[in-house]
């Protein structure tokens, strides 16, 4: 229910319905790849990921980003460290679902890269900071996280997820370490420009990944929710 009713979906899905594609199979690539890290069959990965690819390489693109850090991340979460010839395996079994979803998925690349590289994602498209954004965008995320009406790059959430979210960091409970490291990975693409411009294919800087917060905080509410009650 959090995840689904995010501002970022109930206000942006109208205006642009392409936003929902990855709304629906990111969920899926993330626990696609975390049944292949777990030795498990790949094809829910293969197939989500396919699926991201058809709807749209803006998107696909950032999936990509924030699928090898979970990658990696999780990796270390499940197995404690890394044995080299373990990791090889998983990481080469991920590889090639994800090579193989790519493949499927190349029907529609090639207008793609040329509307691409017309379009102001191409380029910077002026001057933008580096490291440090204005006071003023740092008070409109922190208020376009939990207050509607929500945006492209603030998912507006519910305001009852807030003490969810500060729990991992509170209790600092050792399940939660995971949760505290990408709690930590959203907070710095939200507030560092070149991370912003990264996500948005060094373009200019934009937070669109936010719907992948949505689904972190949203997780926070179901870990946490029987703490509270």
């Known amino acids: ?11 942006i899905a109208p205006m642009h319905p392409a936003f ?48 090898f850090v979970f990658g990696i991340i999780r990796y270390l979460d499940v197995y404690g460290k890394i044995c080299w010839k373990e ?7 991920a590889a090639a679902g994800y ?13 793609a890269v040329l509307l691409y590289l017309s379009s102001t994602r191409g380029n910077s498209g002026g001057e933008y900071p ?17 207050f509607p009406p929500g945006d492209t790059d603030y998912p507006a959430l519910v305001s009852v997820v807030l003490p969810f979210i500060l729990i991992p960091f509170i209790e600092r409970k050792r399940d939660d370490k995971i949760l505290r490291i990408f709690l930590i990975l959203s907070l710095c693409l939200f507030c560092v420009p070149v991370l912003g411009r ?32």
């Open 20 to 67: 929902i594609h990855v709304f629906i199979f990111f969920p899926l690539v993330i626990y696609g790849l975390d049944r292949i890290i777990k030795k498990k069959s790949p094809f829910l990965f293969i197939g989500s990921f396919a699926l991201i690819m058809l709807h749209g390489y803006y998107f696909a693109y950032m999936v990509t980003i924030l699928a």
């Open 1 to 11: 229910l959090v995840y689904v009713f995010s501002g970022y979906l109930m206000r």
């Open 99 to 111: 090579i193989l979803a790519a493949l499927m998925g190349l029907i529609t690349l090639l207008p």
């Open 198 to 229: 990264l996500m948005n294919g060094f373009g200019y800087p934009s937070n669109r990944w936010s719907f992948a917060f949505s689904f972190l905080a949203a997780y926070c509410v179901t870990n946490g929710i029987d703490r509270i009650f």
């Open 130 to 146: 580096f490291l440090i954004y204005s006071l003023e965008y740092y008070k409109n995320l922190f208020t376009g996280m939990f």
């Open 87 to 93: 990791f090889r395996t998983i990481f080469f079994r």
